[in-house]
């Protein structure tokens, strides 16, 4: 197997995880169907979701079709990943009142190193940035190489 | 999206099980790495079979089913996994590999089916170990593409998977009683 296929191999792999990850944690009484949430956070959530599903399709029939610009594709399908999971450092800062965890006071799950909390949603996402990194960067070896 | 606790905790919990076993994260990222040394198509398909055999391992510990010797078998899989490390290249048995570690994801599988939280939903936990298995596995996978790119790179891999079946045997003498 080439460096470019497994490349664009991994980037499908971050783009679908993330979409399965969203909708297995979001599609329930915590998020969805939480009773405590207003019908319009609801209705913004399911909006996200499917936009999420949506784009992600979009993504990975870029990366595979038989396009002039595959390089483009590919790219493309990256900014994906990168535009969905990169926000989760910066929201909370960047928009007071919002929060990581969907119920405070619950955090078996959050990590502390060096003094800081670092949530289980903050480690998926720069897994798969991660990822997607790795996977872009497989795809330019053999162009980089002739 | 995400959080600790209710729910959908038990998705957390899967994804979070294999990376803090250091036993499970050295063989995950081992598959990897030897399925990389063997080419070609085993890049996928050695890994999508520890996947699936970790399915099967992970729904009999859920179902509470018992697999006897399960511990020594993970201690065993690093074992061999490291030793791959070491040995394997793309004349090596693919079949051979590939039934290997069949035969341990069930293991490692049933390991994490059986500490399955009470309070989470098992189709979550299961569904959250087995994406974090696959993603050590890519990590595993692009360790070893990156190592063919120089050759003091593939020498130094084959020392680290002395170091990986040293501490299977270390993990094994330990399921036994024989270390503390």
């Not at chain 1, 969805?32 to 499917?50: C, E, G, I, V, Y």
């Not at chain 1, 799950?109 to 909390?117: A, F, I, T, Y």
């Amino acid at each position: 197997m080439n460096k470019t296929k497994l490349g664009k191999i991994i980037i499908t792999f971050a783009l679908i995880v993330g979409a399965v990850v969203s909708v297995a944690v979001d599609w329930n009484a915590t998020h969805l169907f939480n009773p405590d949430w207003h019908a319009h956070a609801k209705f913004h959530d399911a909006l996200m979701l499917l936009l999420l599903c949506g784009v992600t399709a979009l993504g990975v029939w870029q990366l595979w079709r038989k396009s002039a610009e595959p390089d483009v594709a590919i790219k493309i399908a990256c900014l994906i990943v990168v535009a969905f999971w990169l926000p989760f450092f910066y929201i909370t800062w960047l928009i007071p009142g919002t929060s990581l965890l969907a119920t405070e006071g619950v955090s078996e799950l959050v990590l502390h190193v060096g003094g800081m909390n670092v949530y289980p949603n903050v480690v998926i996402a720069g897994t798969l940035l991660l990822l997607t990194t790795v996977g872009y960067f497989l795809t330019r070896v053999e162009k980089q190489n002739g | 999206m995400l959080h600790p606790g209710g729910s959908d905790a038990g998705l957390t919990s899967g994804l979070l099980h294999p990376v803090f076993g250091l036993d499970h994260l050295l063989a995950m990222v081992s598959v990897g790495v030897v399925s990389s040394q063997l080419g070609g198509k085993n890049i996928w398909r050695v890994p999508l079979t520890f996947v699936l055999a970790m399915g099967f391992g992970g729904a009999l510990g859920v179902g509470q089913i018992p697999l006897p010797l399960a511990e020594y078998g993970i201690a065993v899989s690093v074992v061999f996994l490291g030793a791959g490390i070491t040995v394997a290249n793309k004349e090596t048995s693919a079949r051979l590999i590939t039934a290997c570690v069949m035969f341990f994801g069930a293991f490692h599988g049933h390991a994490h089916g059986v500490e399955i939280p009470q309070s989470v939903s098992p189709l979550l936990y299961t569904l959250g170990f087995l994406i974090s298995t696959a993603t050590l596995h890519i990590f595993g996978v692009v360790i070893g593409e990156v190592a063919t790119m120089k050759g003091f790179l593939l020498r130094g891999l084959r020392v680290v998977g002395v170091a990986v079946a040293a501490a299977g045997v270390f993990f094994l003498l330990k399921s036994i009683g024989i270390i503390a």
